[in-house]
């Protein structure tokens, strides 16, 4: 009976985190699109150089070509998804929580080109990550919760 519980739950945190990672993202995205934006000119963080005067400085052009407009959207993330969330499941359920780390590292220095390269793509990396994580967390704990009362 433990072997069904185990296999159950390692198939509800790698598939059953996909629906939960794409709405979190989805909802991540509207609360981004619904909140003003700040006025560049008072905004100390904002991406502007201004002179002496307070007047802005136009920056020199880029040196390397523009990226493409449009959402960004990482390449063989359900794929890597199902995987992390699989992993992340065993790892608790065998007792070996510090196996996150090295799924979080492989997962991190796999994407580091690409969210070097783009800021939203960051984003989304990392709320994806931490909504799958949380995800298959919760469900191994369940798992092994009921496997010690059972």
Do not use: C, N
Request: hydrophobic share 55%; proline share 10%.
């Amino acid at each position: 009976m433990d072997l069904l519980w185990i296999v159950l739950g390692l198939a509800a945190a790698a598939v059953g985190g996909w629906p939960v990672t794409s709405g979190v993202l989805k909802l991540a995205r509207a609360v981004e699109a619904a909140r003003p934006g700040p006025d560049p000119a008072r905004d100390p963080a904002a991406d502007q150089v201004h002179d002496l005067a307070g007047e802005p400085v136009i920056p020199p052009l880029p040196s390397r070509p523009p990226r493409p407009a449009g959402p960004v959207v990482l390449r063989g993330g359900l794929v890597i998804g199902f995987l992390e969330r699989l992993a992340v499941a065993a790892a608790v359920l065998a007792d070996e929580p510090v196996a996150i780390a090295y799924v979080v590292a492989i997962k991190g220095l796999g994407r580091y080109a690409e969210l070097k390269e783009t800021p939203a793509a960051a984003e989304r990396f990392i709320i994806g990550t931490l909504a799958s994580m949380l995800w298959a967390v919760g469900i191994a704990a369940a798992v092994r919760v009921a496997l010690l009362h059972g």
